[in-house]
């Protein structure tokens, strides 16, 4: 494990950090863990099951998979104590990434952001996990945080459009930010994909712009291995990955049909 924050002691035990900040850390980094929550306001206790920056499940009382992770989430002033993840074999029972959950709790938590009570789409900034020594938000950073105005719901949506729309073809995606290649959103997510190909797409346009080749366009894709392939479309401030298999997958009906749908559903989910 390589999460780490001042405030731990010997055993692993973490004061004082945001729960939503630390678990987004934990999915960047790839980390493999068993984290007990603890909130002392409330007196509860849960668990939350993470492999490779993955949630895999979660416990908490009487809750369990994607309620007692969003129940969890929600809490404040929380102990964190990092232990190792079972060696039992673990079946996957929450398919949203910890930053899309996440996004949906502060979307069902809409006070947070204090919203305009009359509009129907809500507020959301930029989630700094860079932190002083003092484990303090580093003011010269948050003002710098770039304001987004998103429709979670509307996102998720548009998500399910692609899952039926490619159906067993579809093996993975993610919508991730071109500033730090987090995933906001997805499909059996991959943290460590989306941050690898968030730095190719870069070094792509790059390329491109050196050579004094035309620039992308709506997308690029990678043809690899036993008839798989990887898809990036350049979304502005966002991309979106997809892994398909290109022998379970209508090709032409995925290109000239089903990303331009999502691409106008993304754009009316977020707006900058």
């Not at 490619?166 to 059996?188: E, K, P, Y």
Request: hydrophobic share 40%; aromatic share 6%; net charge negative.
């Amino acid at each position: 494990m390589n999460v780490g924050f001042p405030s731990s002691d010997d055993k692993g035990l973490l004061r004082g950090v945001t729960l939503s900040n630390f678990l987004q850390l934990v999915e960047m980094e790839g980390n493999t863990c068993m984290l007990e929550i603890s909130c002392g306001r409330i007196k509860q206790k849960g668990f939350l099951f993470i492999n490779g920056g993955v949630l895999f499940d979660a416990e908490c009382g009487s809750l369990f998979g994607l309620g007692a992770a969003k129940e969890m989430i929600k809490w404040v002033d929380v102990e964190i104590l990092i232990r190792e993840l079972p060696k039992s074999k673990m079946v996957r029972k929450i398919d949203e990434s910890l930053t899309s959950l996440i996004l949906l709790v502060l979307g069902e938590e809409k006070t947070a952001f204090v919203p305009d009570e009359s509009a129907s789409e809500m507020e959301i900034y930029d989630i700094d996990l860079n932190m002083d020594k003092n484990g303090e938000d580093n003011e010269k950073q948050s003002n710098t945080k770039q304001e987004t105005t998103m429709d979670v719901q509307k996102l998720h949506e548009t998500i399910e459009v692609l899952k039926k729309d490619v159906g067993d073809g579809l093996l993975a995606t993610d919508i991730f930010g071109a500033a730090d290649g987090q995933s906001i959103a997805g499909h059996n997510t991959q943290p460590k994909a989306s941050a690898l190909f968030n730095k190719l797409t870069d070094f792509i346009t790059d390329a491109l712009t050196g050579s004094g080749f035309p620039a992308l366009g709506k997308y690029y894709i990678m043809d690899l291995v036993d008839g798989n392939m990887v898809i990036v479309i350049p979304m502005g401030s966002y991309r979106w990955g997809m892994l398909v298999n290109g022998e379970k997958t209508q090709m032409g009906l995925l290109l000239n049909i089903v990303i331009p749908k999502i691409i106008d559903g993304f754009e009316e989910a977020i707006t900058g």
